[in-house]
């Protein structure tokens, strides 16, 4: 290949390289996420990221965006099968739920993280691979699970020290009665179709719960009038609705009932939540969920009550940078070891794992040079400590210890055999040195 051609090669359009230390960050808010929903008793679960493209097309709707102009489909060339790249992943979820037979189990509350794919237009905070943080409960119908989730999700935007963060709530009721207002609002909308826009025209009789949601101003206005669907709740959707608002009420969780608030997705019925933050301009929902009881059995199982949630990584990463969540660059190493010459080098793979063992994080000098390089190599990756060993040292096995952050602890000599123990009686006793690399002790 010729350079010209090599120059070209980029990565897709929306599709973006995370490097360090941003993946160093992504990683920790990762961590972050996963402790709070096991805390809560979820349990992880990994997925294909390509799945049968019926799959989305029955859970998520023929006619909705996802699936009408989004989707990354394509044909296998081996067998013809049509398979399509994840735009979300609780249809996915809900698949492997009912293939390995856990609905047939006892309750189930997973959780899974990764990327999903949709072709869209890119920009910021919205791109064509984008990554998800998603949990689903089977098998649980009560509100009690549905208030659970947004628990969890308020616990976790604790966690990472985020406040600007206000919850939306609504419900969709059951079917039969979204029907009724399916054909209510389908005749008052028909009453403005003049000032419809192409958006909202298109959908005026394949999906028009979905023109609430539009963002025209002049479609809002129109909408102002429309027909509400809590008008249209019978007893069972009430209860269902009135008990989780409850619940949120005891738990001290402010919230606002928003009757235009839907969902893109088919599948959900009864409850349904977002969260979101004026912090990101126009894409200020970072995470949304809600019930979806008929969908296992739209997708072949047997009835089963489900609910879940997803909250955008990158949406949360850019509110994070903004208001400082916690997610800071990530520590530096505790030791660079230094060395120069052959047995200096053999002696410093060994001292380097003895550290290691000790839970000390260490990063090992590689390629050579001299020890003046190696010290501002040590000083440049933000280490505690330095340790160095030459020739000398090697001889008989000793390592020559330096604090870097902290100048009255000086250097010493020390046996190699004792370093782990030594850094952590005594430098790691240090208040500063402590300070310095973000230990409380090893």
Known sequence: MNQSASQRLQSVRGMNDILPPEAERWARLEAVAIACLEGYGYKPVRLPIVEPTPLFTRAIGEVTDIVEKEMYSFVDSLNGEELTLRPEGTAGCARAVIQHGLANQAAQRLYYLGPMFRHERP?????????????????????????????????????????????????????????????????????????????????????????????????????????????YLGAESLDHFVGLQRILWDAGIEFDVNPRLVRGLDYYNHGVFEWVTDSLGAQGTVCAGGRYDGLVAQLGGKPTPACGFALGVERLMALCAAHGGGMDAPSPPDVYLAHQGGAAGRLAVYAAETLRDAGVKVLL???????????????????????????????????????????????????????????????FNNDTAKKENGHGGI
């Open 123 to 231: 920009q910021k905070g919205r791109y064509r691979q984008f990554y998800q943080i998603g949990a689903e409960v089977f098998g649980l119908s009560g509100p009690d699970v549905d208030a659970e989730l947004i628990l969890l999700t308020r616990r976790l935007w604790r966690n990472l020290g985020l406040a600007d963060m206000r919850l939306q709530l609504n419900s969709l009721g059951q079917p039969e009665e979204r029907a009724r207002h399916r054909a209510d609002l389908i005749a008052y909308l028909e009453g403005f179709a003049a000032g419809l826009d192409e958006d909202a025209r298109r959908r005026l009789h394949s999906n028009p719960l979905r023109i609430l949601d539009s963002k025209n101003p002049q479609i809002q206005e129109i909408c102002a009038g429309a027909p509400c669907l809590l008008d």
């Open 365 to 427: 000098h590689c390629g050579g040079g001299s020890f003046k390089a190696q010290m501002k190599k040590a000083d440049g990756a933000g280490a505690a400590f330095a340790v160095i060993i030459g020739d000398d040292e090697a001889a008989d096995d000793t390592v020559q210890l330096k604090a870097l952050r902290d100048a009255a602890s000086g250097q010493r000599r020390v046996r190699v055999d004792a370093l782990p123990g030594f850094i952590r009686e005594y430098f």
